[in-house]
């Protein structure tokens, strides 16, 4: 079950998460404030501090816990770090997939493409073509990254949504900054738990 998050909700985001949970769904998932040109998502406003969303967000993880019911953006860390396989494509729209979208325009990513940009019409499509929307893409991971390639947790980190990116820095390859702050309070939330002996999935343990 998917809960967007916004300034609409984050005051009361753990109330949220807790009705959600009361539901017994198999996994929730707690999308990370949208970047969007024309959408006003809080960030910028009275509750922009940072660390006030990641306590949000944290409270919420360990609801979760309690429920033993995963959020799946933690799950993917966890993944990470248990598999010992880095995570070094953003997004799947780094070369894993084709979007299709009206009127037959494809292109590497459902938002741009339903945005108009990065996409062409599907006749035209040619996998290799040097100035195909696709291209730019390709060199899209975070070695490519100043950002992600200085990281500590840069390998289990997971993804994050390259159109934010681009709406909120004009970059492909950057990541946004509120959204690393999440990240790194989840690799502490990780490693808090596996000192004190916690387990560190969801599973109900005993």
Not at 2 to 22: K, M, Q
Not at 172 to 189: G, I, K, T, V
């Amino acid at each position: 079950m998917l809960i967007t998050v916004g300034e609409h909700n984050i005051r009361r985001l753990p109330e949220v998460v807790s009705f959600v949970l009361s539901l017994r769904p198999h996994a929730i998932a707690l999308n990370f404030p949208r970047e969007l040109p024309e959408v006003d998502s809080g960030l910028d406003g009275e509750t922009s501090d940072a660390s006030f969303w990641v306590e949000q967000y944290e409270r919420c993880l360990e609801l979760c816990f309690e429920q033993h019911i995963p959020e799946l953006y933690f799950a993917d860390m966890l993944f990470a770090y248990l598999s010992g396989e880095p995570v070094l494509s953003p997004c799947a729209a780094c070369g894993s997939q084709i979007s299709v979208g009206p009127g037959a325009q494809v292109g590497p990513c459902q938002a741009f493409v339903a945005a108009g940009m990065f996409s062409e019409p599907a006749e035209q499509h040619q996998e290799k073509r040097p100035d195909s929307p696709f291209a730019p893409w390709q060199e899209v991971s975070k070695a490519t990254s100043r950002k992600c390639s200085s990281c500590p947790i840069s390998p289990i980190c997971g993804s994050d949504c390259s159109f934010d990116r681009y709406n909120r820095t004009g970059s492909l390859l950057e990541p946004l900054p509120f959204h690393c702050d999440l990240r790194l309070r989840m690799a502490d939330h990780l490693v808090t738990r596996l000192v004190a002996g916690q387990p560190a999935g969801f599973a109900a343990t005993g």
